[in-house]
């Protein structure tokens, strides 16, 4: 039997979302709008809420971490650790750094943030593609982690939501992959203000309308370079956009088939109902996670289609604004992720939206230096809390599940085997056993 070749694979999928949820119909109601302009016209149920203790980084590394946990084999393979993410919460200091402390990664690591507004997750994970297949024994984490903050009363405001996605990256075949991508993506870069964030503010600042025009015209433009790239490809049995509110999705559907010269609108709905509907359902419930947002509904629709997703295309439109375009597709395998998104939304605590102000304001005041408090309880299941800032340092506690996950990986990774030295470009030169020290 031949060989399966090996590539750059998303071998695994997780997501962390924060403690609190708010429904988009107490939303509209206290801001006075009607809520099926929420729920039919942006296509949102409701969005995620950090709590005390919750931020980018805890985020981040709590993706991180349900990849790894239990999995000693998995965080002794790991070299490289990048953080996509536009809300964060140090001018120089990386989070994926944190994240390399807070998880015990090996010190022979390449760590480092990628920031370009959305599409900060998809750069980073074509980079660790290609770095596995030249470390194939190797591993790679991508984390996409966002807190979207827009003024309170804007038009932004139902479009906010915190989380963060993991990907886990390795060499292997296709078969043994969750998804291999196209070798080939179409891109399209464009320099416009449509959507940004100055470093002396908290919140986004958007041309909501024009940000619309952009993301679409990036699409086409990007599946247009695609298309002229490869001669003949499988039509997509998936597709997966960008979703920053899910109606987003709906209306890029309808321009990419239009493109494509669809115009019957039955046929229109009902591909959008088999092709582009059953991975949006997390969005609706967790709102825009900016980078992340791509990857949660690939963590939907794996969730949601499980087995049946083997040996089926999907075709991927990532944007950011300012902007970058990707178009890309991709083909699972047999390993689709099991992320365990549903319970974990269902988890939640409900809130309404006076708590939700109270909560929103309480997370900018933990931003101030001298914020510290010891006594931020962390939520069932969190492993690691933001305590607030002492002496302009960010302070982070890894609670107990944090550290009996790490505290069991060490264990397993002390008994493998030392690897031989010189004789693999990947993991056995590297000095394994001390990263892993807490
Ligand atoms: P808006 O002015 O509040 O809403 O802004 P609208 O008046 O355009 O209404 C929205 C939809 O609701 C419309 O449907 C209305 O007809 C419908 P559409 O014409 O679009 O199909 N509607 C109703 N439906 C049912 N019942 C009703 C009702 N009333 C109205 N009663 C906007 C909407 C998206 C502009 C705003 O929410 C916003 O500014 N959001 C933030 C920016 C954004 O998400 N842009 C998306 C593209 S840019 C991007 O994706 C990048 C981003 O993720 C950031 C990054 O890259 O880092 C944002």
Redesign the pocket.
């Given at each position: 039997m031949v060989e399966e070749q090996k590539d750059g694979v998303i071998l695994d999928v997780s997501v962390a979302v924060p403690r609190y949820v708010l429904s988009h119909d107490a939303l509209a109601e206290a801001r006075g709008i009607?809520p099926?302009?929420y729920r039919?016209?942006?296509g949102c149920e409701e969005m995620s809420v950090c709590g005390p203790g919750e931020d980018t980084v805890t985020l981040a590394a709590e993706a991180a971490w349900r990849l790894l946990k239990g999995d000693p084999e998995r965080l002794s393979r790991v070299g490289m650790c990048i953080v996509g993410t536009?809300s964060n919460v140090d001018a120089s200091k990386s989070i994926a750094s944190t994240l390399h402390g807070l998880l015990g990664l090996r010190p022979a690591c390449r760590v480092f943030d990628i920031q370009h507004?959305?599409y900060g997750a998809t750069a980073a994970l074509q980079m660790a593609r290609s770095w596995v297949r030249q470390y194939p024994r190797q591993l790679a984490l991508v984390i996409a982690s966002d807190v979207a903050r827009?003024e309170r009363c804007s038009?932004?405001e139902?479009?906010q939501g915190a989380g963060a996605v993991g990907l886990l990256i390795g060499a292997a075949s296709p078969r043994d992959a969750c998804l291999t991508l196209s070798a080939v993506s179409g891109t399209y870069a464009s320099d416009v203000n449509?959507?940004w964030r100055p470093t002396y503010q908290k919140t986004a600042c958007?041309k909501?309308?024009f940000?619309?025009d952009?993301?679409l015209k990036g699409m086409v433009e990007a599946y247009d370079d695609y298309k002229a790239q490869v001669k003949a490809s499988a039509v997509p049995e998936h597709m997966l956009f960008?979703a920053?509110?899910p109606?987003?999705a709906r209306?890029a559907h309808r321009r990419l088939m239009v493109h494509q010269g669809h115009t019957d609108e039955i046929f229109l709905a009902d591909d959008y109902r088999r092709r582009v509907e059953p991975s949006l359902w997390a969005n609706r419930r967790v709102g825009?996670i900016?980078t992340g947002?791509l990857y949660l509904s690939l963590a939907a629709l794996c969730e949601q289609e499980g087995d049946d997703l083997t040996g089926c295309h999907a075709a991927l439109f990532s944007?950011?604004?300012g902007s970058c375009s990707e178009y890309f597709t991709g083909r699972f395998g047999q390993a689709v992720a099991r992320p365990g998104l549903q319970a974990m939304l269902d988890a939640r605590d409900s809130i309404g939206v006076s708590r939700y102000e109270v909560l929103s304001d309480a997370s900018l005041a933990l931003e101030q230096n001298q914020s510290f408090c010891e006594d931020i309880a962390p939520r069932k299941g969190q492993p690691f809390t933001f305590l607030g800032i002492r002496d302009h340092e960010r302070v982070y506690r890894q609670n107990e599940i944090g550290r009996r996950g790490e505290d069991f990986a060490r264990e397993r990774v002390e008994s493998l085997p030392r690897a031989i030295p010189g004789r693999d470009p990947g993991v056995g030169q590297r000095p394994l056993l001390d990263g892993v020290a807490g």
């Open positions: 009607d099926d302009k039919y016209g942006l536009e507004a959305c827009y038009p932004g139902p479009t449509d959507f958007v909501g309308k940000s619309v952009c993301y960008h920053p509110f109606h987003m209306k825009n900016y947002s944007y950011g604004s």
